[in-house]
DNA sequence: CATTCATATGAATGATAACACATATAATAT
DNA sequence: ATATTATATGTGTTATCATTCATATGAATG
């Protein structure tokens, strides 16, 4: 008897995790409000192009973005508006968590 | 000089990345409206109570859940309602995100 | 105080992921 | 057609992470 799997729950963890990145999180936030092409991306955060690349590979893959092309450039967005909803909210959250590296904080 | 690097944004992505993982996020779906003790946990999810007990160590180290004993027993909750939310929110999200496995599909 | 129940911890291992570097593709301009 | 600009891809390496197994701690109970 094969184990109870919840797909969507693997999905979720998916979406997540692929946001849960430093540098995924720092492009998304870039096209936060607004398309941009790679190159834009790649100068605002400041890393290399193939490792920007990648990621947005990544983002893409997990249906998180969505691509236009237009000449040469192609550009970002968004897949979903709730996206930049959960990634604001998640940004305050992490204000509003109790710091707490001691063993005894939360008693 | 040293790079300029926001705090908080990693701080963001070390939360979505504890969040982000299966094990973990059922885990936070088993306390999402009522604490649980970790054996409660453990029968909810069915893996073995070290690995459970990891997780919890690592959602804790993140200030996402906090505990309460009594007796025997160790009581985990979410430490934030908000949490909830995105929880809930991304699991919507996800099932209204386009699937798009195919190069061409959001032109 | 020895046993049992409840949970945590440490170490080892295997899997996955991030990254850099080199190179390829694809569109446009000269 | 060749060069240039924009982006993607493949590979190898290193680092991070999930998991298991064994063991430890700690609280309650006989």
């Keep these: 008897m094969s184990e109870h799997i919840n797909i969507t729950e ?5 979406l ?11 492009i998304l936030k870039e096209i936060l409000n607004e398309e941009r ?8 955060i400041g890393k290399e192009q193939s490792l920007i690349s990648h990621h947005l590979k990544h983002l893409k893959d997990c ?7 237009r000449a040469k450039k192609i ?4 897949s ?12 305050q959250l992490v ?11 939360n008693e």
């Design 37 to 44: 092409c790679v190159t834009d991306i790649v100068n605002a």
């Design 10 to 14: 693997e999905e979720q963890a998916r």
């Design 80 to 91: 979903h508006p709730r996206l930049a909803k959960i990634i604001t909210q998640s940004g």
């Design 63 to 69: 249906n998180i973005v969505v691509t236009q092309q």
């Design 75 to 78: 550009y970002y967005r968004l």
């Design 16 to 26: 997540l995790k692929c946001i849960g990145e430093v540098n995924r999180l720092r």
């Design 95 to 105: 204000k509003e968590l109790p710091i707490c590296q001691e063993k005894e904080c």
